[in-house]
């Protein structure tokens, strides 16, 4: 599962598109209120959110996986999009 879009909204809510179609709009205002994310309450900072792929970050020290995040929008359980059993390329 990777993120094919995120865009900052208003007052902490990104909008985030999943590559099978998933996407919705999430608040984490409840994110920038502990820890390292404390930063992120500077809402010109928050807005500059980009996505890697794999997580949603604002730098590169400072980012979210994005397992809970998908959760959250389809309603899935992150372990079946997400499964624990790496995939490897074969020739």
């Known amino acids: 599962m990777k993120v094919l879009n995120v865009k900052y909204l208003k007052d902490y809510t990104i909008h985030v598109l999943f590559d099978d179609g998933t996407e919705g709009d999430v608040q984490l205002k409840d994110l920038v209120q502990f820890g390292v994310f404390q930063v992120l ?3 010109e900072l928050f807005a500059k959110v980009y996505n890697t ?4 970050a604002w730098s590169e020290d400072l980012e979210i996986d994005i397992a809970s995040i998908y959760s959250e929008l389809s309603g899935k359980n992150p ?6 059993t790496p995939a490897y390329a074969t020739n």
């Open 53 to 56: 792929g794999y997580s949603i």
């Open 79 to 84: 372990a079946s999009a997400f499964p624990s």
């Open 41 to 43: 309450k500077n809402q």
